[in-house]
């Protein structure tokens, strides 16, 4: 473990120690070797890297948290409007589904249809976000950490969890019109 020792402020010196014991046990033989080299210093403060990282990185981790929070409710006000925009267009074409279907159309050609529309709509959103996201790599860079603003593996990856959450949203009213009945479709107007 790795221990940061000492402030930064008013010429104290900050020394790291590689330990792997109880930093309880390791004090006392740093304070007789830091007596030894100057008497007149003392520790004033022990505490492992990794908790002084922590407080380092806080301020960043809040912001991301409250990115990722926005992110996520962005994420689900798109798919509710998704939702809602195939359903109504799902709503007004019930007549023309109900006459495919009395002339033949299978149920899942009426999925298929559906969905297609919906993935039309979001591989365009998709095709937008990675522009607008690529756009605003200088605004983020400062705020990401070990992941370059344009690694394409992020990219593809939420590329993809946004393509499957929508092709869910577009799937419950396309299986919806799939449901309908012709004659009811067809009465429908």
């Keep these: 473990m790795v221990y940061r020792l000492g402030q930064t402020f008013l010429g ?3 020394v790291l120690i590689r330990s ?3 930093p309880v ?3 006392p033989a740093i304070d007789r070797l830091a007596g030894e080299l100057d008497p007149d210093e003392f520790i004033k403060h022990l505490e492992p890297l ?4 922590s ?10 948290t409250l990115l990722t929070l926005f992110a996520g409710t962005a994420l689900l006000l798109a798919l509710v409007g998704l939702y809602s925009l195939l359903q109504y267009h799902t709503t007004q074409q019930t007549h023309n589904i109900g006459i495919r279907m009395a ?9 298929r249809s559906v969905l297609t529309q919906g993935l039309k709509l979001i591989l365009i959103g998709i095709v937008v976000g990675v522009a607008g996201s690529v756009a605003l790599t200088r605004v983020l860079s400062s705020l990401l950490y070990d992941v370059t603003p344009t690694d394409p593996a992020t990219l593809v990856w ?6 499957m959450t929508a092709a869910l949203a577009s799937y419950l009213p ?11 479709a067809l009465r429908y107007e």
């Design 12 to 14: 104290s010196a900050v």
């Design 20 to 22: 792997t014991r109880d």
């Design 25 to 27: 046990h390791i004090i």
């Design 50 to 53: 990794g908790d002084n990282l």
């Design 55 to 64: 407080t380092m990185l806080m301020p960043r981790r809040f912001i991301m």
């Design 103 to 111: 002339l033949g159309a299978q149920r899942g050609d009426v999925v």
């Design 158 to 163: 939420v590329s993809g969890v946004l393509a």
């Design 174 to 184: 396309a299986r919806r019109a799939a449901k309908i009945d012709p004659m009811e």
